[in-house]
T-cell receptor, first 111, second 113 residues
Framework: GESVGLHLPTLSVQEGDNSIINCAYS??????FIWYKQESGKGPQFIID?????DKRQGQRVTVLLNKTVKHLSLQIAATQPGDSAVYFC??????????FGKGTRLSVIA | NAGVMQNPRHLVRRRGQEARLRCSPM?????VYWYRQLPEEGLKFMVY????????ESGMPKERFSAEFPKEGPSILRIQQVVRGDSAAYFC???????????FGEGSRLTVL
C-alpha cells in the first residue's frame, strides 16, 4: 500500500500569495524526499529534494521542510504565479528502493 | 543534452493486441524506472532496471507485462494481450543512481479500445 500521502487533494491560492503543500510519509527508513511538479499532459518535473539529515532546504521561490519526528514534509512556494498551477507530488526513497509517490495535490492559482 | 525520450507519445490498441513502449534514458544514466499513472492519480512504481538486469519488478503485474533494458538500445515495456484496464500513462525515468533525482520522460499514453 501507499506509504506516502497528502493532506489536501486540491489547493486554490490567490496569485502573489504563498502556497503550502503538505505530505505525510510512514516509512521511517526513508532518507530521501523529492517534490515533483506535473503539468497537464507532461511528465513530472523535479522541483527540489531534501535528505533526512536536513530540516530545510531552499531553492528559487521554493522551500522544503522536513519534520522527521512526525514524518511530515511540506513544500512552500513564495509569491505563487499562474505558471505554478499544476499537480505536485512528494516522493520518498531509501538507498535501495525506487521512489514511492504520493497521490498528489492540485494547485490552482487564481489571477 | 536530450532528456529522457519516450515513444510513442500516444498509442491506441484494441483488446488482445500488444503494446510496446520505448524509453531512452538520459545520456550517462544506467538506471531506468517505469511508472504507471491513471487519470487524477499518482505514479505507481512498476519496475526498475539497470543495463541487462531487472533489479526490482515488485510493482509489475505478474502476467502480460514484461520489461527489458538491453545492453544496446532503449528500455522496452511490453504489454501483451492488452485489456481496457491497461489504459494509462506510462512514464519512464532515469537516474545516475538509486538515491539520485529521477528525470522523467513525457510519458506514453496508452488507450485500449
Amino acid at each position: 500500500g501507499e506509504s506516502v500521502g497528502l493532506h489536501l487533494p486540491t489547493l486554490s491560492v490567490q496569485e502573489g500569495d504563498n502556497s503550502i503543500i503538505n505530505c505525510a510519509y510512514s516509512n521511517s527508513a526513508s532518507d530521501y524526499f523529492i517534490w515533483y511538479k506535473q503539468e497537464s499532459g507532461k511528465g513530472p518535473q523535479f522541483i527540489i529534494d531534501i535528505r533526512s539529515n536536513m530540516d530545510k532546504r531552499q531553492g528559487q521561490r521554493v522551500t522544503v521542510l522536513l519534520n522527521k519526528t512526525v514524518k511530515h514534509l511540506s513544500l512552500q512556494i513564495a509569491a505563487t504565479q499562474p505558471g505554478d498551477s499544476a499537480v505536485y507530488f512528494c516522493a520518498e526513497g531509501t538507498g535501495n528502493t525506487p521512489l514511492v509517490f504520493g497521490k498528489g495535490t492540485r494547485l490552482s492559482v487564481i489571477a | 543534452n536530450a532528456g529522457v525520450m519516450q515513444n510513442p507519445r500516444h498509442l491506441v490498441r484494441r483488446r488482445g493486441q500488444e503494446a510496446r513502449l520505448r524509453c531512452s534514458p538520459m545520456k550517462g544514466h544506467s538506471h531506468v524506472y517505469w511508472y504507471r499513472q491513471l487519470p487524477e492519480e499518482g505514479l505507481k512504481f512498476m519496475v526498475y532496471l539497470q543495463k541487462e538486469n531487472i533489479i526490482d519488478e515488485s510493482g509489475m503485474p505478474k502476467e502480460r507485462f514484461s520489461a527489458e533494458f538491453p545492453k544496446e538500445g532503449p528500455s522496452i515495456l511490453r504489454i501483451q494481450q492488452v485489456v481496457r484496464g491497461d489504459s494509462a500513462a506510462y512514464f519512464c525515468a532515469s537516474s545516475l543512481g538509486t538515491t539520485e533525482e529521477l528525470f522523467f520522460g513525457e510519458g506514453s499514453r496508452l488507450t485500449v479500445l
